[in-house]
């Protein structure tokens, strides 16, 4: 399954990441590299928690995205 994540770097120098399709997941990093890492293993936690939170289209693709 691919979802897609959004990264942002903050003003902090920060690099804070989320994904649109699972309501409450962010994640962190001092980097852009560590920040997906991040992202990647909350997303995994989240969908652990409970799985019956996948959006209804899984042709997603995971893409980052520099705002």
């Known amino acids: 399954m691919n979802l897609n994540v959004v ?5 902090d ?3 804070a990441a989320h994904c649109p399709a699972l309501k409450s997941c962010w994640s962190q990093g001092r980097t852009r ?3 997906l ?3 990647r ?12 939170e996948l959006p209804e289209d ?7 995205l520099t705002l």
Not at 44 to 49: G, K, N
Request: aromatic content about 10%.
């Open 33 to 35: 590299d560590e920040a």
């Open 41 to 52: 293993e909350a997303i995994e936690l989240y969908l652990e928690s409970d799985p019956n």
């Open 7 to 11: 990264i942002e770097h903050g003003e």
């Open 58 to 64: 899984r042709d997603h693709e995971v893409v980052a």
């Open 13 to 15: 120098g920060y690099y």
């Open 37 to 39: 890492r991040n992202i």
